[in-house]
């Protein structure tokens, strides 16, 4: 996993990228609490290409790092939850190669 972004629509929907990886139409990104969602809710797709060195666009998105261009009271609070909520999680809490795993299955481009 990287450090997390923030990811805004057009459409005015933004969320956090806890991990995002290459997808072969885009990226692929989990969410915070991902591990709450229902099956098949627990990634997100967005397909275009990236342009940019940061913030980056991607098809009708644009992301950033959190707390960037203009701080987001919201974001950063969702985030500070989210590092909150992980911090509580035994050691054993989702291991990176789970969440590569599971981003797999929302077709990830993750080397083995």
Not at 36 to 45: D, S
Not at 65 to 86: K, R
């Amino acid at each position: 996993m990287n450090r997390p972004l923030a990811v805004n629509f057009t459409n005015g929907h933004k969320a956090i990228m806890v991990a995002y990886y290459p997808h072969k139409e885009g990226l692929v990104y989990l969410p915070p609490f991902w591990e709450q969602l229902p099956k098949g809710q627990q990634a997100t797709v967005i397909k275009g290409r990236i342009t940019g060195e940061g913030p980056w666009k991607l098809a009708d998105a644009v992301i950033s790092l959190v707390g960037c261009q203009g701080t987001d009271a919201e974001l950063a609070q969702l985030l500070a939850d989210w590092e909150f909520h992980l911090q509580q999680q035994a050691a054993d809490y989702y291991q990176p190669q789970a969440i590569r795993a599971l981003a797999k299955e929302y077709g990830a481009l993750i080397e083995p």
